[in-house]
């Protein structure tokens, strides 16, 4: 049946007003103006407060943090060789158990210098920047010497005696002015005597470099240790010593309480601390 042109007109204005209807809340929300937010001055200042200390905590914690980290790690009460530190003597630096287990392991394999420390995974750089200008390396010095040939010794010149010289001797020596001839000599009555030059080493700031400028110069003379008697000495006198910490003269007290007296000086190495490396470096410095 043919639509007739009355229904096709409206059929047309109901599709019309279907579009207008469809459109016009899209068309007014184009043209309408957008109301911005708005925040009191009183409220702005407040956000402002709270973004102002949410930085200043941030900043507290991590230097809270930064100074936990330092505190934790002690600086070693004198210089020492790596290779020689055992268990303990890393733990009372601030290392667990742990990690000082992981540090004897890779030591035992030779460590030549703090660049071999530092591939040593559990140590921190807070750690490695405590202990850094404690550490010296004598096998590394033996490397080293191996390596690079040495200059000739300047026959002109007079050998100063290491365990004899005045200040003004060790002066005489290009390299060595009042602040290490005066350390020379210090170190040289704590422990006794040198036995041989590389003690020198373990002089604070008196590093590998400023030892090959002035080890031609000197010579390790006869000297008569001052030692310490292992048979009287408490744990207080004998931990007085560079070479033995409190735990080892504890342990030399604590065997004489068992033994009675020491018969011999190697006994002392009846204590689970003292290997013999620690004996040899400890034994010019003890009497029965």
Do not use: C
Not at 80 to 89: G, S, T
Not at 180 to 205: D, P, S, T
Not at 252 to 275: C, F, N, W
């Amino acid at each position: 049946m043919p639509i007739s042109k009355r229904n096709r007109r409206g059929v047309l204005a109901l599709l019309l007003v279907g579009v207008v209807i469809s459109f016009t809340p899209r068309f007014l929300a184009s043209v309408s103006p957008r109301e911005e937010p708005v925040i009191s001055f009183k409220k702005a200042k407040v956000i402002e407060g709270e973004i102002v200390e949410h930085k200043r905590t941030w900043k507290k914690n991590k230097a809270r943090k930064k100074k936990s980290s330092r505190n934790r790690y002690k600086t070693p009460s004198q210089r020492f060789d790596p290779n020689q530190y055992a268990e303990e003597d890393w733990m009372n630096l601030g290392l667990s158990k742990k990690q000082a287990q992981v540090v004897v392991k890779f030591s035992k394999r030779g460590l030549k210098s703090n660049a071999d420390l530092e591939k040593i995974y559990v140590l921190s750089p807070e750690f490695l920047a405590t202990i850094e200008d404690s550490t010296y390396y004598p096998e590394g010095y033996i490397y080293m010497r191996e390596k690079d040939a040495l200059t000739d010794l300047d026959k002109s010149r007079l050998l100063v005696a290491l365990n004899s010289a005045d200040e003004s001797e060790f002066k005489k020596i290009d390299g060595i002015g009042p602040y290490f001839a005066a350390k020379i000599i210090n170190y040289r009555e704590v422990l006794g005597g040198y036995a041989n030059k590389e003690q020198l080493l373990e002089i604070w700031k008196l590093d590998i470099k400023k030892y090959q400028e002035i080890r031609n110069y000197i010579e390790v003379d006869d000297v008569k240790f001052t030692t310490i008697s292992i048979n009287t000495a408490t744990v207080n006198e004998l931990k007085t010593h560079p070479y033995i910490n409190y735990n080892i003269a504890n342990s030399i007290v604590k065997i004489r309480a068992q033994i009675g007296s020491y018969g011999t000086l190697d006994e002392i190495k009846k204590s689970v601390l003292i290997d013999e490396i620690t004996y040899q470096k400890i034994k010019p410095y003890i009497s029965l």
